[in-house]
């Protein structure tokens, strides 16, 4: 939806997270679980972008067979263009069996942490073994589907300790700008990238950040073992990489290969929603 409603927090969120698939001094790609009511525009948002230009790939009805027949249908310079799947309603896996919504989340792990290795479907067989396949993912769902703390993506699932939580609300205002928003026809316009696909780059993070991306993935490590009812106490580790990798991607498309305080402020300002909290997307003071 258009910024003249509220929503650039997540447009930006959005942008951010893509972008970190072309930061090179990374560990992973950044992935990232939107939360937030129905009807609050998520899986719009996350659709809008250009596929060619964005490095990404939408799967509706994601499942195992379904990643793998993806992948091996891909050729090896495709697969190096396509840095983030996007899943634009998580609440599809939820009606599928305990069994097979364990193997989709056991095979997202796998791609996020480690890299796809094989990729095996009834008529074709995909060795990665000596460039496995990683990405990141955009994962849309809403409240209600996460809500109950026995939740499959909750409870004994290690997948939420390697992404980072967008969630948010609208104001009661907002709600009323959002039905005159959706009668203009712009209201579904797509995003357009530069595309840099085939392009990686290292960007310089420099030390006088790290005392606060420190603090701020102790936080968000706390949030999560809070959500997930984590057994384990989580130091943040996974999150400290994640958070860095986020503000290199600010940086980058800005324009940057350096972290400058325009970049951390920025981050600073989108971290207010990098939690389980649901505030509102218009709350906070926004920065241009």
């Known amino acids: 939806m258009s910024r003249t409603i509220g929503m650039e927090p997540l447009k930006k969120h959005l942008r951010y997270t893509l972008t970190s698939g072309y930061v090179k001094n990374k560990k992973r790609p ?25 490095g990404a790939l939408y799967l509706q009805d994601f499942t195992s067979y379904g990643l793998r027949e993806l992948l091996s249908e891909l050729s090896g310079k495709e697969r190096e263009g396509v840095h983030h799947i996007v899943i634009p309603d998580l609440e599809r896996i939820s ?12 095979d997202m792990r796998t791609i996020v942490e480690e890299g796809f290795i094989r990729a095996r479907t009834y008529n074709t067989k995909l060795d990665m073994s000596d460039n496995p396949y990683q990405c990141g993912f955009i994962i849309c769902t809403t409240k209600e589907d996460v809500s109950d703390g026995r939740s ?6 290690s997948l939420p300790s390697r992404l980072i939580p967008f969630t948010y609300d609208f104001s009661n205002g907002m709600r009323e700008d959002v039905l ?17 696909v085939g392009k990686a780059f290292d ?5 006088s950040y790290s005392m606060t991306l420190k603090m701020g993935a102790k936080i968000l490590a706390k949030e999560t073992e809070k959500w997930t009812n984590s057994p384990d106490e989580l130091i943040g580790v996974r999150a400290l990489e994640n958070l860095s990798t986020y503000v290199k991607s600010v940086a980058l498309y800005n324009g940057r290969q350096k972290v400058t305080e325009d970049d951390f402020n920025e981050f600073l300002w989108l971290f207010n929603w990098m939690n ?8 906070f003071e926004r920065r241009d």
Not at 203 to 207: N, Y
Request: net charge negative; proline share 3%.
């Open 276 to 283: 389980f909290k649901y505030y509102d997307i218009d709350e």
């Open 152 to 157: 499959i993506y909750r409870k004994g699932n």
């Open 95 to 106: 009606a599928r069996s305990r069994n097979v919504r364990h193997q989709i989340l056991a």
């Open 203 to 207: 960007v310089v993070l420099p030390d």
């Open 30 to 54: 950044v992935t990232t679980l939107i939360i937030a009511p129905a009807e609050r525009a998520k899986s719009t948002e996350a659709t809008k972008f250009d596929e060619a230009g964005s």
């Open 180 to 196: 005159d928003f959706v009668m203009r026809e712009d209201s579904y316009m797509r995003e357009q990238k530069e595309s840099l």
